[in-house]
């Protein structure tokens, strides 16, 4: 390994001082990489899905099953190393008759939590068409599911029945969030996950947030890990 990096001098003296700031480097540049974790949306429909990899935070979308478009809309997605993923979506149901979404908004996490508290909200709004509007919930499924490594833990909104709305207009549906909850390990990634039906012609706007934070005991240990890594350095 360079001198330079072993913390010693041309004479091959220990220059303590340097080692700190080559850490802080190496841990920063750790920390920077985790902050672009690859955001994946997963649309599926009754008779099939796309999934969208790696995709750009904000962009409009088209699923079709090879003749006909299933749905179109557009996501402004958001999600960082804290780590938490925030969707913003317009999907619009341009065929002839209801259909049924399953919409699943995934980002890593960087690096795994042995244990952590979590947290959420949704609201949504459905835009009629000129023949009225229909929007539930599918069966017992909720409409939004924060998941840690694929496994539902927060369960938002378990009913919602719209129809017959008003032609061309807009009605919204109340938030709802709970949380911090106290929650197991986060290994690799959480997603938020929006199921519903939704009528021929008809648009609905999901906003949702799902975020995990260290519990106090696990940033306690951090902390101590790091003091001790210093301490030793020296």
Not at 183 to 191: C, F, H, L, P, Q
């Amino acid at each position: 390994m360079p001198d330079f990096l072993q913390g010693k001098n041309k004479n091959g003296k220990e220059k303590t001082k340097m080692r700190r700031p080559v850490l802080f480097f190496f841990l920063m540049v750790a920390c920077c990489s985790s902050a672009f974790a690859a955001l994946t949306v997963r649309i599926e429909y009754e008779n099939g899905q796309a999934t969208f990899e790696s995709c750009s935070n904000a962009r409009n979308f088209e699923l079709t099953d090879g003749e006909d478009i299933l749905a179109e809309g557009s996501w402004n997605l958001t999600s960082d190393m804290d780590p938490y993923v925030e969707s913003s979506v317009s999907l619009t149901n341009p065929t002839s008759r209801t259909q049924t979404y399953t919409m699943i908004i995934t980002t890593d996490v960087l690096p795994s939590m042995s244990s952590c508290f979590y947290s959420g909200y949704v609201s949504s709004s459905l835009k009629a068409d000129s023949g009225g509007g229909y929007f539930s919930t599918v069966g017992s499924t909720p409409l939004y599911l924060g998941m840690i490594d694929d496994s539902g833990v927060l369960p938002l909104y378990s009913s919602i029945s719209l129809n017959n709305t008003g032609a061309g207009t807009t009605t919204a549906i109340a938030e709802q969030s709970a949380g911090p909850l106290p929650g197991g390990a986060v290994n690799e990634t959480i997603s938020i996950q929006h199921k519903f039906k939704l009528g021929a012609g008809d648009t609905v706007i999901l906003n949702g947030y799902f975020e995990v934070v260290p519990e106090p005991a696990t940033i306690c240990l951090l902390g101590l890990g790091a003091l001790s890594l210093i301490r030793r350095k020296k």
